[in-house]
Each structure stands twice: as C-alpha cells, then as structure tokens.
C-alpha cells in the first residue's frame, strides 16, 4: 500500500508540474498566436552614420532614419505626404472654424519602451522642447505660430494658433517631432520611445540594432500585430559603392537614397528590386541677386536661357526624374504644381541678354558646391551649355562640411548649387529660402509682391484660392526668379528581391513604413 501511494503520490506531482509549466507557457506563447506568416527575420541596411542621436537635433537623413524607428509622430504623413489617422498617435483631431484652435484624441494605451504609459503630458514636453528659443533647435521658427498647448486631461492636447495655418497637421509631423519620454533626461543615449523597434545596442561609428517592440500599439488590416520583423541593423558605411555592394552580397536588405549611377547594374541583378517615385528633392542652381552680376535680372534670364534642363537631368542621373520649371515646387505637389512647358533653351536669346545688361563679351561666374554625386556632373554639363553663349564657369567642388560649414558658404558665394530636399507641402521652401529676410535666404532675394502671395498663401484656408496664390507665386519664379531647377529626382531604393511591403513615398526618402515590411 505503501509503494502505491508513494507511486500515485509521484504522478500526481507530475501531473501537477505539467499542469503548471503549461499555465505560465500558454500565457507567454498567447501574444504569439497574433502573429502571422510575415513575422519574423532582420533587417539589414547599410548608410552613413547618424550625427545627433536626439531628434530634435536631427540635421542628417541617417539622425532621422534612426529615430523614426523607436518613436512615433502624433500624425503620421502617408506616402502621398498626407496625414493618415490610421498610423498616427492620434487617433482623431479637429480644428475649429478658423483653423487657429486644433485638437487631438490620443490613444490610449501606447506604452514607451519602459514600460511607462504615453500621455498627453509627454505630446506637450516634445513641443514645447521643439518651440524653445533657449533649446534652440531648428524647429523654433516652425512652431513659433503656437501661442499655447495645453491638456484637458491624460489623452487630449490643444494647440493654440496666432494664425490660420492649413498645413499645421503636417507641421506637426516634421521629421524632428518624434514623440518623446517628458521624464527622460538625455535624448542622445537614452532611446526611450513608443516605436515598433527598441534600440538594443549602438555603437558610434559601427552600427545600430534594434529588437522588435513586443508591446507595440498597431495591428495590420487583419488585426495581426506590427511591426511583422523581429529585428534591424543598421550598419554604418560612408562610401556608397560599399553600401550597393553589400546589398548585392547580401549583407543587408535596402538601401535608401540609392545614387541613380548603380541603378541601371542593379537593375540587372534578379537578386534585387529597385523602387522609384517622383518626389520634390532637387539640387538648386543658384544665384545671388543682391550684387552683381545676377542682381541684373536680364543676367538671371539669359543663364536661364542658355540651360537646357532635360539634357542635365539625363546626363547627370540618366533621365530618373522629372526636369524643372526653375520653381522650388515640382509635379509631385499636384494641382499645386504649375504645369507649363520646360523653357525652351534659346543660346541667341541668352546672347542677346546678355549684351542688353551690358556683357556684351560674355561674362565670367565661379560656381561653388560639393563634391558628392551628382554635384559634379550637374556642374560639368551645366558649364558646357553656358560656354556657347559666351559664360565662362569655374567649378570649384568643397566637401559637404565646407560647403554647410561653419563659414556659411552655401549662403555667401555668388553661385551655388545646393541640395533641397522633399517637404510635405510647398510652403516651408519660401518661408526658408525665398521671402525677404528668410534664414535660408542663400539667393539673398527681396521680391515684395513674392512676400505678399507667400504670407497669404501661408494663412488660406480655401484650397482653391491657395492653388491660385501658389501658381502666381510660381510664375514669379519663372519670370524673375534667381534659381535654376535642372530636375526633381525621383526617391530611388534598392532591396533585396525577398522583402516584401515597401511602399516608395514621395516626401522624404527615409519616411518608408518599415511596420509593414517583411521576408517572403
């Protein structure tokens, strides 16, 4: 009796040892079960190294390709640059009549990497940080429209305008404005974000990894949980044939910001996918019009005369975007784009210009800009088609440190040529680069009737009549303008034939969803 007590005594510890190892087990597996074929694998991606790990300082594509991936944006911009609800930590808003008074429904629920719940508290530290003149990030001009943000509770926020603003949603989703932890203390090594990756290890000059957020807040179309990778490393290379070879060998998956000069090899590998689409990244030909020679505009319009911007757009990249109108706003804007003829190249007109400002043996410029690519073969091209209307070019190529340095170069010589990249909206280029006084002023232009149609097509709330101011301001570029736009590139990726849910965006080219991105 003894032994078969001590027998039935045994199973039954065993039985409860199972039973009780399974509890636990099926608990932890359960969160499992909201997994789909697509989870699963890491990604690899190869750029240069980031420089301010805080978003709010963010200055390069690699500071902001990396904080994208820990945090959230409280409206998040789709890849036709408009705000989708259904990716933002909001998840609802609305203005009042007037669009001065916006407010924000959060979700509730979103959890930072910690553990600590996401709270009204923490939208109001981000923005009040980003608005700060004695922080004194890059972002004090954009938000300085907000009079005030307050939080009628833990999941409301509302923002306070002085004027009208139509783009404000889009405002709030500059690549700076990451949601950030009110209680963290140093941004640039704590990564303490709500994001669908976790930053595991980074390690300055090497490389990145991140792990998948267990706990993130979004779920695909089929409730399933994102993002569907359980991990990505970013390795850090500054030579960018390194990085197309290490795409090729398989050592990472995408590259963003592909230079158009490996497309047509890449092309040609069934081991690779490249992605374009028309975005409004563009390198400006530019001339200072507050001293001579450009401040004549008959000069500004026989330079422009004498470009042929089609020619440059396929010599330069091989044809892989869209030649220019010498606005700073392209075709991806749609109807806010104004869709004229490319000016016809006219090397006698250019001649005949020339002579009228009295340069009637030709005039001698010196072009400074960077060395990268496609910099100098838009310069080459560009000198040769000004040689036969008698303009002598020199080209002088500074690294890019130089040219943005601490000397301001790019906002002092006389002719530049300087890289512009995508915005959500047209606005931002003329309230940096071309109204009177702008930060970023490098053509040094006044036009009072541009500063006019700008500061009321800032505040229009009617699409319609936006259109229209935006189409005159367009027509002043055209007519008098100090720029030249030889083309938009298109945003061009390469990526591992396997990887699957790139969706190409026509903003910036670091904006893809990688939430939604998986392995065959």
């Not at 203390?185 to 991140?210: K, L, M, S």
């Not at 000069?261 to 563009?282: C, G, H, R, W």
């Not at 930060?439 to 500063?451: F, G, I, M």
């Amino acid at each position: 009796m003894l032994k078969k007590f001590v027998v039935l005594l045994v199973v039954l510890l065993i039985a409860s040892l199972v039973l009780v190892s399974c509890g636990p087990t099926a608990t932890e597996e359960e969160p499992e079960e909201a997994l789909s074929e697509k989870h699963g694998g890491v990604l690899g991606f190869a750029y240069y190294a980031p420089t301010n790990m805080d978003p709010a300082f963010a200055s390069t594509v690699a500071d902001e390709h990396v904080a994208r991936q820990y945090s959230d944006h409280l409206v998040f911009i789709d890849e036709e640059n408009e705000p989708d609800v259904n990716r933002s930590v909001a998840e609802d808003w609305e203005s009042n009549e007037d669009g001065t008074v916006w407010s924000f429904a959060l979700r509730q629920g979103i959890m930072f990497h910690d553990g600590k719940e996401m709270t009204s508290r923490d939208v109001k530290f981000t923005y009040d940080r980003l608005r700060d003149p004695d922080v004194g990030t890059a972002t004090v001009g954009l938000y300085s429209n907000i009079v005030d943000i307050t939080t009628p509770d833990d999941y409301s926020i509302v923002f306070e305008l002085a004027d009208p603003n139509p783009d404000f949603l889009k405002d709030l989703a500059d690549y700076h404005a990451l949601i950030m932890d009110a209680d963290n203390t140093d941004f640039a090594t704590n990564f303490n974000g709500t994001g669908p990756f976790i930053v595991e290890q980074y390690i300055p000059e090497d490389r990145i990894t991140f792990t998948r957020n267990p706990n993130y807040w979004m779920t695909d179309d089929d409730g399933y949980a994102l993002p569907y990778l359980d991990g990505m490393e970013f390795i850090f290379l500054s030579d960018s044939s390194a990085q197309v070879e290490a795409l090729r060998g398989g050592q990472v998956h995408y590259l963003i910001y592909l230079s158009a000069e490996f497309v047509p090899m890449l092309e040609e590998d069934p081991n690779i996918e490249i992605y374009q689409k028309p975005s409004n990244t563009a390198w400006v030909i530019r001339m200072r019009s507050d001293r001579e020679p450009a401040s004549d505009v008959r000069v500004r319009q026989a330079i422009k005369a004498a470009t042929d911007r089609s020619a440059i757009l396929e010599g330069a990249i091989g044809g892989l975007g869209i030649a220019g109108r010498d606005t700073p706003f392209g075709p991806s804007y749609g109807d806010i784009y104004l869709d004229v003829p490319e000016p016809v190249r006219d090397v006698d007109e250019a001649k005949r210009l020339l002579e009228e400002a009295g340069y009637p043996d030709g005039l001698d410029i010196i072009i400074h800009t960077q060395e990268q690519s496609p910099l100098p073969a838009i310069a080459t091209i560009w000198k040769e088609q000004l040689a036969e209307a008698g303009i002598n070019v020199e080209i002088q190529l500074v690294p890019s440190e130089v040219y943005y340095g601490a000397e301001n170069m790019w906002l002092e010589v006389d002719f530049g040529i300087t890289d512009w990249g995508s915005r959500p909206y047209p606005q931002p280029y003329l309230d940096l680069a071309y109204v009177t006084g702008a930060q970023w002023n490098e053509t040094h232009w006044s036009d009072p009737e541009l500063d006019t149609l700008a500061a009321a097509a800032a505040m229009e709330l009617d699409r319609d009549e936006r259109i229209k101011l935006y189409h005159e301001i367009q027509e002043i570029f055209i007519e008098r303008g100090p720029i030249i736009v030889p083309f938009f590139i298109n945003n061009l990726w390469g990526a591992s034939a396997d990887l699957k849910g790139l969706n190409p965006t026509s903003g910036l080219g670091t904006a893809l969803d990688l939430r939604t991105v998986y392995f065959e």
